[in-house]
């Protein structure tokens, strides 16, 4: 048949075919039907591999071709837990293999969801979501000749898909990495054999022994501290700390970052949230997220990092007002003139309705 007939056919049947199968998409089923097709956000679960008694490493075969990504860049990855999918964000520990497998490693945390279900329940074999890459935590080309990477707990897991994919690249390399114990240290004896062998300067701080790291200890610990453009990762209480001791120096303009969560503001006060047109109406605080008030009701929330930065959350707010968590910012709509919101980062302060 003829290209141009063929394209007439499709422009006839492609809105039977979505009419025919609303509310779905033909996609669904298409992907109900083959789930690893090459248009999927998709991949299979190859390889689990356990890294400390609470992290492991997983392996990823996406659907398709990759399309690349850079060291240090993160992916969006959906699992099912308890029948729902739920989105999160993982850096990804190592650059593509040869068969296109990506790796992330995950390490599961007390009220972490997703984090547990990951190291206690994923199962080689099992199909996940997956989108991006995403992330500008990366290095600049060319990469300094010296680096300074300050890390601690999963913070480590970008700056290890940098050192694995481009430390033939960097001729002078320190990594301060702190956890709990020795024991903890995700890549431990990858990083003590790279330290052995002087292709990097490794500094472990183990905290249960030795405390926090503190602006002294960094100081004391680098030298030519200020010859070093650094690159810091972990908990926010590690990043202010570089960056105050930074800005004190001037150099403020020299650090990268990445946060794994938002830094917040004081509490402000809550309300009653609700979703949708006709509920639930849920009594939140000023603490608690328009995302975590929802799901904790049962309501299903498209989210993604859950820290404001990939916007798979927005929704309309259509009535009421909203906290940022971040700044405090308000944000107040009256009624007829909605505004899009992002449910990961506001929170109630006062009635307010959001279009789940």
């Known amino acids: 048949m003829a290209p141009r007939v063929l394209d007439g056919v499709r422009t006839v049947l492609a809105p039977l075919a979505r009419a025919a199968t609303t509310p779905l998409l033909p996609a669904d089923y298409l992907d109900l039907l083959a789930p690893l097709h090459p248009g999927a956000h998709r991949a299979r679960v190859v390889g689990v591999r356990r890294e400390t008694d609470s992290a492991v490493t997983v392996a990823l075969r996406p659907a398709g071709r990759w399309p690349g990504h850079r060291a240090g860049q993160h992916v969006r990855v959906g699992v099912e837990v308890d029948g729902v999918r739920c989105w999160r964000s993982y850096s990804l520990t190592g650059p593509a293999g040869l068969d296109g497998t990506l790796t992330i490693t995950v390490t599961g945390v007390d009220d972490g969801r997703v984090s547990r279900h990951i190291v206690e329940r994923l199962r080689v074999g099992t199909v996940v979501g997956l989108e991006g890459p995403d992330g500008d935590f990366t290095l600049p080309d060319p990469a300094p000749a010296k680096v300074l990477f300050v890390t601690a707990g999963s913070g480590l897991t970008p700056v290890m898909g940098i050192l694995r994919t481009q430390l033939s690249e960097l001729p002078d390399v320190v990594l301060v990495h702190s956890a ?4 903890e240290v995700l890549f431990a004896d990858e990083l003590r054999a790279w330290h052995a062998a ?11 022994t030795s405390g926090r790291l503190s602006a002294a200890d960094l100081v004391e610990l680098v030298p030519d501290l200020a010859d070093r453009p650094t ?4 908990p926010n209480g590690l990043i202010d700390t570089v960056a105050d001791l930074l800005d004190q120096q001037g150099r403020l303009d020299q650090l990268h970052t990445e946060r794994f969560r938002p830094v ?9 949230v609700t979703f949708g047109r006709s ?16 799901e904790a009701s049962g309501v299903l ?6 820290m404001g930065i ?3 959350c927005v929704v309309p707010l259509t009535e009421g007002t909203v906290r940022d968590l971040r700044d405090g910012a308000l944000t107040s709509v009256e ?22």
Not at 180 to 183: D, N, Q, S
Not at 198 to 206: A, I, K, P, S, Y
Not at 231 to 234: D, E, H
Request: net charge positive.
């Open 310 to 312: 990939c916007h798979r």
């Open 301 to 306: 929330l498209t989210s993604g990092c859950r």
């Open 264 to 272: 917040l503001a004081p509490v402000g006060r809550g309300g009653q």
């Open 335 to 356: 009624q007829g003139d909605p505004v899009a919101v992002q449910t990961c980062i506001n929170a109630a302060a006062g009635p307010c309705r959001v279009e789940a």
């Open 180 to 183: 709990r114990t020795g024991r």
């Open 279 to 294: 509920g639930p109406v849920v009594e939140a605080d000023g603490a608690t997220s328009l995302l975590e008030a929802g």
């Open 198 to 208: 002087g292709r990097l300067r490794l500094v472990e701080r183990h905290t249960a």
């Open 231 to 234: 690159w810091a990762c972990g």
